[in-house]
Each structure stands twice: as C-alpha cells, then as structure tokens.
C-alpha cells in the first residue's frame, strides 16, 4: 500500500518516524567504528516501512528536512553514543544540498545533548552533485567549518566521481554495496573494489564497505586494504535502545582473531594501485633481514637493502651503479658463475658460498645466496634478484654439534645400558649397538622408526605420545614398554631422556638410555599382588584391626570392621595425638590418658597389650563397651616400625573372636 502526502504529515505529528543505528566496525581488529543512522516509518497499518517506501514522497512534498530533523533529534538523544568516541554517519537528500538549511539544521539538532560535530559524518551521493557542483562545494565547505566529516557514498555507480574527489574535501570514500556483494564470485567486482580501495589510500581517504554480509567478503576487504565496514555480517539496524547491546557484542567480537588469509587462488595484492603497491613492496625491502638487491644485465647494483650493505660492508650510496667486481672484488669469483648463469635464465636457489674477508685479518663468512632472473611481459631477462643470507654462527653451530655427537657416539658404545638419540622430528638417529645384542634387530633396521617394530603392539602408540610430548613441552621423557628377545620373549624396558636445545630454544637433538626393568618390574607386581592378598585377608577378618606407622605415628590402614565398631572415628592418615583425644574411659568412667591407649603403648614404647576393657562414647550413639589389645610391629633388625590395634565388641556370651 503506497503512502501519500496526508499519511506522511499525519505521520510526523503521531511521531512515528525514528531512527535505527548500523554497525561500521574497523575490520582490522573487528572493533566499533561507530552508526550508520536510518531513518524508519512506524506505519500504523502497514508496519515498519524502510526509506525506500517513503522518502521519495518526503522529497516530492518538501518534507525531507523534516524528516532529518526528527531523525537526528532522536539520534543525539542517545547517551551511549554522546558519551562514547564513536561516529555517526547520516545520508543527506540531493534536494537538502541544494538547499542552504543543511548546516543550521545538524548544528541545531547536535546542540540540546551538545554531540560533537566532529563525529557526524555527512554521506553524499554521487548523484547530489551533477546539478551543481559550484553550491554543493559551497555547502561541503560549511558543512566542513561545523567540524562534519564527508563521505562519498555509492562510489562508482554515478559519472564524475574523480571530479567530485578532487574538487570536495571528502574524508571518507564509501565502496557500493553492488560491488561488494559479488566481489567473491566475480573477477570484475573484485578489481573494482581493489581499485576504489587502492585509489582511497593514495588520496588518504577512509575506505568503507557497505552491505558485507559473509566472512569471506569481510577477509578479502581486510586483506584488499579496506578500513571500515558495515553490513548484516555486523549487525543489522536496530532502535537506539538496542546502541548498548551492540556495543557489547562488538567490544566481544573484537576479541577474536582477525580474519584469516585469503588462499593462494584468491586476487589481492597485484589488483590494488601501483602507487601503494610500490610503497609496500618498499617497505617490506627496507625490512628484510636478509640482503636483498637487483642487479642489471652489466652485472651492476640498480637497488639495494640495508642489510645487503652491512653484509658487504659498504655503504648504499657506493653501490649504486657499479658492478659485483668493484664493490666485493675479492668475492666476485665465487658468485660470477652463478650470476651469468642467472642472466641466462637460470633460477638458483640455497647456494652456500664461502666469502674470504674484504680486508686482511678479517673473518670468512658462510652465505647462503639465491639468484632469480627477472624478465619482462616479453619473457626477456631484465636482470638478477639476488638474496643473501649470513649463515657463518649457524654453520658453527652445526660443526660443534657434529663434533660433541662424535664424542658422544663413542660414549655410549662403552656404556652398559642402550644410550639412543632422536633427531628434532623423534626419530632414533644414534643407538648404542647393545640394541642388537638385546632384540636380535640390525642397527640399520632400527634407525628411524624401525625400533618400533620391537615394542609390543600395546606399547607402540603410549611410546609414540611420550615423544611427541617431550617435543611438544620440552620435558623429559621416562616411559615403560616391552621389547621382543630373540627367543620371541617379552621382556620390559624403561627408557628415560632429555631435549637438548639451540640457542634459539628449538630442540635439536632427545639423549637418552633404555635399561633392562624386567626384574624390578616382576618384583613390583609381585609385591604389589601380595600386599592385595593381604590387604583382603584384613578386610575379611571379623575383628577390628588398626594398622600404625611408628616413624610419624600416622595411621595407615584401617578394616571395615574397625571403621563399623568405632563409627568412622579413626581413619587413613589420623595421627595418634588426635587417636588419642577419642572419648575412651575404664570401665568405672575414668577417662584414658594419652599413654593409655593401647595403640599409643604399642607405636611409641613398643608395648603388648594384651587385654584392655574400655567404654567407647561416640558423639551420635550410645556408649559401646570394647575389648582393645596391641602388638607393636618390629623389623628384621628389630627396629620398631610400627604397631597393630585389635579391637572387639562384647557378645551375650562373652566377647566376639
């Protein structure tokens, strides 16, 4: 249903016309840039309408001052936004800037709630300009002197754009959202965009995106060289009272990561201006650490780095225009052969060359140098890239690593466990020859991952995680596993090691040794079955029984039957002096001292009791009249080491056994 005249007066005096707040977030660090104000109809029939459906009517019937007004009025009421830094940006009529009222009417809107002006920005399209260019400059420059930013918005969609750039004082360049929205899927889209970013950054201008709805037009925008954005991706438009909100969930988008890279088949760099193409490229010259330079077909410095300066010690300005042979003149019969070869077309990659000192008395120097031809469209070569690294500590390094492995390679053949080294990747690349001896396994076999073949299936993948954790954390290693004998007999093995580091803090090499446990292991289990064998034959006893340690008193074990009779009241890890504070009296109701326990006599004097009345009195029961007796527990070499507590409840019959 269209709407008219009468409905649109009707409209402004029921105040049914409001402004809604878009997201421009700075696509760098995803943080809130600031709004885009629009405006929005509360129609009382047909809902919500968009500006689409009624702005033209405004325009037609004088009405869109009106309209701004109401909108701005409303806008600058927001405490959030009067108290944040953050921008607003409104679209203004081609009609308002043929006007003159423009200016009074933001100054006047911005004054109750005193919004800074500097924060609006005033989006003019393109098409506000062709009527004429001699007023809207007169407008942009009051406009300017109110402290208002200026956007260009829909660039590239009108016919004077380049006109209107250079002859406004825009601050801020707005990409069209019709580009934008296919600039993913078609070719064209994409360079159009690359090149109304490119041409923003050459000008200094703020480039904005507008209708970015997926992550993938956000990452290609971010990496294109885009400032700003704002589309559904963002948020979509929302009531003033919604600012707060969207401004929370901003504040916690920005946590996040940036978008990640665009893939190799994406277009990005080479579509954007040459101007700030060139910068870049420049930049990231002047900043590599390694030396970088181009030579021409004479064999002559056309540009150089820094660091190609300091390597060759130097300075740039003598360099330029002259050859290889006048600057290093002593290494230029290493590096002639590679450079001709160059010129011919010839790629080389990773030569390492050893350069004698430019002066008597000084250092050689290991270089690691690559030569790359450069040709033109026509596949002609124009020159050489040269790139030079110094890799002389880094080869000392290596010498002395090599020279301590040797050392160490005759170590471990005289040692009598199974010494091994990994590599950085934690495959074996040294192993005592004893490895052979045990599992029947030629070294060469083992070397890598073939020891693994060794180890029983179960422990393969447990011994794999140990290393890839040690190279992970950087801790040692200590694990056990099972190695195959000869005789096809499993026998166990611990093997323990450690990382060794470069100065950088990389591991470079894992030391370790693998030992025969077998036996202990044996031992162990053993051990540890007949302590389950007893600890089950005390549980299953129908007397109570209390088991103390005579070096800190503590207790250590206590039967189901003890914890039954005494209501959980002695328990693992009690000390005697809190055994000793238990409500225990004779049998007249005289209480215990602390050396009457039995279990006390027993740990601390090495006491047997034989036979004890006593009345137990716990907190949450009746009093229960026991029998206690106690041994005290002596090693071999008749050291007390601890002491044994047995306790029983009265029967009808006597005691209970």
């Given amino acids: 249903m269209a709407v008219d005249e009468a409905d649109a007066r009707r409209a402004f005096d029921g105040d049914e016309f409001f402004p809604v707040f878009q997201p421009v977030v700075e696509l760098r660090t995803g943080q809130l840039a600031g709004f885009e104000i629009l405006a929005r109809w509360r129609h009382p029939r047909q809902g919500v309408l968009p500006p689409d459906d009624f702005v033209p009517v405004l325009e037609g019937h004088g009405l869109i001052h009106r309209l701004t007004e109401v909108v701005l009025d409303k806008a600058f009421a927001s405490r959030e936004l009067i108290e944040s830094s953050l921008t607003v940006a409104v679209n203004v009529s081609p009609i308002q800037l043929r006007g003159c009222?423009?200016?009074?009417?933001?100054?006047?809107?911005?004054?109750?709630?005193?919004?800074?002006?500097?924060?609006?920005?005033?989006?003019?399209?393109?098409?506000?300009l062709l009527d004429d260019l001699v007023h809207a400059e007169t407008m942009v420059r009051e406009l300017k002197e109110l402290g208002c930013r200026l956007a260009l918005d829909d660039f590239g969609t009108g016919y004077s754009s380049l006109k209107h750039l250079h002859s406004l004082p825009f601050d801020t360049l707005k990409v069209d959202r019709s580009f934008v929205g296919t600039m993913t899927i078609k070719r064209e889209s994409r360079k159009i965009v690359a090149a109304v970013v490119g041409l923003g950054q050459s000008l200094g201008l703020t480039t904005v995106a507008e209708g970015v709805e997926t992550q993938d037009q956000a990452n290609m925008l971010l990496w294109l060289g885009c400032d700003l954005a704002q589309g559904w991706l963002f948020g979509k438009p929302a009531p003033a009272s919604e600012i707060p909100r969207m401004i929370d969930e901003a504040r916690q988008r920005a946590r996040v990561a940036v978008p990640v890279p665009l893939d190799e088949d994406s277009v990005v760099t080479h579509e954007t201006m040459p101007a700030q193409r060139?910068?870049?490229?420049?930049?990231?010259?002047?900043?590599?650490?390694?030396?970088?330079?181009?030579?021409?077909?004479?064999?002559?410095y056309v540009s150089l780095n820094k660091r190609l300066s300091q390597l060759n010690g130097v300075p740039l300005t003598a360099h330029l225009g002259k050859t290889v042979a006048e600057v290093i003149p002593r290494a230029f019969p290493l590096v002639e052969p590679f450079i001709r070869r160059a010129l011919q077309g010839e790629p080389i990659s990773g030569v390492e060359v050893q350069r004698p000192p430019d002066q008597d008395g000084g250092a050689w120097k290991t270089l690691m140098v690559s030569y790359q031809p450069v040709r033109d469209e026509a596949g002609e070569v124009l020159g050489v890239s040269v790139a030079i690294m110094d890799i002389t500590r880094r080869k000392r390094m290596e010498e002395a690593l090599r020279e301590s492995e040797n050392h160490y390679r005759h170590m471990i053949q005289l040692s009598p466990h199974i010494p091994w080294v990994l590599d950085a990747r934690g495959e074996v690349i040294e192993a005592s020859s004893r490895w052979e001896s045990l599992t029947g396994q030629k070294m060469d076999k083992a070397l890598g991952n073939g020891w693994l073949t060794m180890l029983h299936p179960d422990d393969v993948q447990p011994t794999l995680e140990a290393i890839r954790e040690c190279l992970t954390t950087q801790l040692p290693i200590d694990i056990e596993y099972r190695v195959r004998r000869p005789d096809g007999a499993w026998i166990w093995m611990r093997s323990r090691g450690a990382p060794r580091f470069a100065p950088t803090g990389e591991i470079v090499r894992?030391?370790?040794?693998?030992?025969?446990?077998?036996?202990?292991?044996?031992?162990?289990?053993?051990?540890?079955?007949?302590?389950a064998e007893l600890r089950a034959a005390i549980n299953a006893v129908p007397v109570g029984l209390v088991l103390a340690d005579a070096n800190d008193g503590a207790v250590v074990m206590v039967n189901p039957r003890a914890t039954e009779i005494l209501k959980g009241a002695i328990f693992t890890g009690q000390k005697l002096t809190e055994y000793t504070r238990l409500p225990v009296s004779h049998l007249d109701g005289t209480p215990l001292k602390p050396e009457e326990y039995a279990l006390s006599r027993a740990v601390l004097r090495g006491e047997t009791v034989e036979r004890l009345e006593v009345i137990f009195k716990p907190a949450d029961a009746s009093p229960v009249q026991l029998l206690v007796s106690s041994r005290p527990i002596h090693a071999h070499d008749g050291r007390l080491i601890g002491g044994l507590l047995m306790i029983r409840c009265p029967c009808a019959d006597g005691f209970d056994s």
């Fill in 278 to 300: 060139l910068a870049q490229l420049q930049a990231i010259y002047d900043g590599a650490p390694v030396g970088l330079c181009f030579l021409d077909p004479r064999m002559r």
């Fill in 101 to 128: 009222g423009l200016p009074r009417c933001l100054a006047s809107s911005a004054q109750p709630g005193r919004f800074p002006l500097e924060r609006l920005v005033v989006e003019i399209t393109e098409s506000a």
């Fill in 510 to 531: 894992i030391y370790g040794v693998v030992e025969e446990v077998h036996g202990h292991k044996q031992l162990t289990e053993e051990l540890e079955n007949c302590q």
